[in-house]
């Protein structure tokens, strides 16, 4: 198997070979059944520090490599997602819980990730820029030196990958520091995918670890650009904490997307999409369906059959790939989400569908009658749960999609697409999907959001990865030397 236990059992990945971590080690969890999958290291802050001193040392050959051969490794990187897709997917499915259709989603994705990625190193990166003096003006873009990428537990592989492949194919060294919880999927998979493609050793280092960890990695001197993506409260801390050490910190945070539906939409297209992006992957996604805003004269026959469809959605164990909800990834998050969920009915919202759970398998599940005071209409519930409110005007529509800190992505659906597009002018967001839910990603799309959902950076695309990962530098050129009055 290529992620075979024995390689990585107790360890992390420092300096290019698998290592104990001094934070000794931790039981790889199957949320679906509790049951112990392995055993995976645990990096201490004192790892932290030798494996940003080693990355630096080894970023400055990478960055010397000819292009086409760092090209090739990222090239070779995406060959090897394809060739082990089964065993990654199984992985995806046991560690972190996702449905079969989601783990392989998330595999191909991570192939594409490298595969857009290994365009970058033979780009241009610079310009000519005029200049008053009798001088070549230049401004040229370089590696940054070391990446810290810290990715959360939902999406491991694609909120990992995402950047690791750009900011390697770029000429950076990373360290990656993985969700405990999912160290295997986030952190060993893409350690060992790299190790196999050629990568030279210390170029990446696969830290799990926790807090400490995290603040260690974001102030350490020699890390010169964090990408975090997870929650905004801990973004919001990172975000402080870059800021203080002067370094530049890209954040993908939370989302509360709103899908709305308008008069004239076609309702059973509607309730499909609705329930794909509110279920999907258990609602552990930053985009998920979070506010399902629908006119007034579709509203009661919305609610209806979301409901019904929700009463039909099975949640189990996704190893069996009947069910199409896997489990809530622990119990601290499913207490967060069934809190919400009765917090919202105690203060009004009515109970369409749904509202149970067995272990950590939460029912697909319908709040009806919510307002903006509803604390599931308001907040990031993360979990399958679709809060439904109703609305009359465009004007309110607007209002109600607005009535929240998060700007990460909107769906609108409607017969009359260039009325969706008007509509989506008024409503800032970081992603507009017309005629479809919020749940859609693609290696070569800026993806990113605004206000509580990001900092406005953007991951996916070469200009966004660039802008990312790469320093300008401003360099001037003369044949002869200037003579200055003193």
């Known amino acids: 198997m290529f992620l075979d236990a024995a390689q990585w059992q107790d360890k992390i990945f420092i300096g290019g070979s698998w290592q104990a971590g001094s934070g000794g080690s931790a039981d790889v969890i199957e949320p679906a059944t509790g049951v112990s999958l392995g055993r995976i290291g645990r990096a201490g802050v004192d790892d932290l520090a030798r494996a940003a001193e080693n990355a630096a040392e080894a970023q400055r050959e990478w960055a010397a490599t000819p292009h086409p051969v760092r090209a090739a490794v990222l090239r070779r ?12 997917a199984w992985w995806n499915i046991r560690e972190v819980g996702a449905v079969p259709g989601m783990a392989g989603f998330a595999v191909h994705t991570a192939e594409q990730e490298c595969y857009e990625a290994a365009t970058l190193p033979g780009r241009s990166y610079g310009e000519v820029i005029p200049s008053e003096q009798p001088r070549l003006s230049l401004a040229t873009r370089g590696p940054v030196g070391v990446v810290g990428v810290i990715s959360p537990f939902n999406v491991p592989i694609i909120l990992g990958i995402r950047s690791v492949a750009p900011a390697l194919a770029l000429g950076n060294a990373v360290i990656l520091k993985p969700d405990p919880r999912t160290a295997v999927t986030g952190g060993v998979t893409i350690a060992r995918i790299f190790e196999e493609a050629g990568l030279p050793p210390g170029v990446l280092q ?28 801990v973004g919001r801390h990172i975000g402080e904490l870059a800021g203080r050490h002067l370094k530049r910190a890209h954040l993908e945070l939370g989302g509360n997307s709103a899908l709305i539906v308008l008069d004239d939409a076609d309702l059973d297209a509607a309730v499909n999409l609705a329930a794909w992006g509110a279920f999907f992957h258990q609602g552990q996604i930053c985009m998920t369906t979070g506010r399902h805003l629908v006119h007034e004269r579709l509203y009661d026959d919305f609610v209806e059959r979301l409901a019904a469809k929700a009463r039909q959605l099975t949640a189990g164990d996704p190893a069996g790939g009947q069910a199409a909800l896997g489990p809530i990834i622990d119990a601290g998050q499913l207490g967060k989400i069934h809190k919400l969920v ?10 369409a569908a749904g509202g149970t759970y067995e272990n950590l398998f939460y029912s697909a599940t319908v709040l009806a009658d919510v307002t903006p005071d509803t604390p599931a209409f308001a907040r990031e ?5 679709a809060p439904v409110a109703r609305f009359s005007s465009l004007d309110e529509a607007v209002k109600l999609a607005t009535a929240t800190e998060y700007g990460l992505s909107l769906g609108i659906v409607t017969r009359d697409a260039m009325k969706g597009l008007e509509l989506a002018q008024r409503i800032p967001t970081g992603i507009v999907h017309i005629n479809d839910q919020t749940v859609n990603d693609e290696a070569n799309a800026p993806f990113g959001g605004v206000g509580a959902s990001g900092t406005g950076s953007r991951f996916g695309g070469a200009m966004a990865n660039i802008e990312a990962f790469t320093e300008t530098r401003w360099i001037t050129m003369r044949g002869q030397a200037p003579t200055y009055p003193f």
Not at 342 to 351: I, P, Y
Request: charged share 15%; glycine share 12%.
């Open 77 to 88: 990187a995406g060959q090897l997602w394809a060739e082990h897709a089964d065993d990654i």
């Open 206 to 233: 696969m830290l799990p670890g926790g807090a400490d960890v995290g603040e260690a990695l974001v102030t350490h001197p020699l890390v010169r650009v964090i990408s975090f993506t997870g929650s905004t409260p």
């Open 342 to 351: 009765v917090d919202s009915v105690d203060q009004g919202a009515r109970l």
């Open 381 to 385: 519930i993360f979990g399958p749960v």
